[in-house]
């Protein structure tokens, strides 16, 4: 896939955790849109799955693909307002409907670092 196409679809998977996010969140950063693969690019997964994350300036919800690319975070908050915002993403929705997975893995891929995973929440 050509970088342009990959960039464009990912834009769109992308978006769509950006408004997940927006809504548990009421703040939802677009971040990654590709990821290399064989020395090629891809657009992020269409998976999406919740985790917390420490960052710089505090803890940072995130909606992740399979792989752990970061599609979409909140603001930097408190522990506990990560992890209420991760809950509100992962909490089912009426008729046992919805709710994310939680990431299975131990670090994620957030711009240029790879960042581990609160397992605790």
């Known amino acids: 896939m ?21 809504g548990a969140a009421g703040f939802g950063m677009l971040t990654l849109t590709t990821k290399r693969a064989g020395g090629s ?4 997964g269409e998976e999406e799955m919740a985790a917390v994350v420490e960052s710089a ?11 752990g690319y ?3 975070q909140s603001k930097a908050v408190t522990r506990d307002e990560a992890v209420a915002i ?22 994620i891929q957030i711009w ?5 995973v609160i397992q605790d929440v």
Do not use: H, N, W
């Open 70 to 72: 970061t599609k979409a």
């Open 112 to 116: 240029s670092e790879t960042r581990p």
């Open 41 to 44: 690019f891809e657009p992020v």
């Open 57 to 67: 300036d505090g803890f940072v919800a995130i909606i992740t693909d399979a792989d």
């Open 86 to 107: 991760y809950q509100k993403l992962t909490a089912a929705g009426e008729g046992g409907e919805g709710g994310m997975p939680r990431y299975p893995g131990d670090s």
């Open 2 to 22: 050509q970088y342009f196409q990959a960039v464009q679809k990912g834009k769109q998977r992308a978006g769509r955790s950006q408004m997940k996010m927006f």
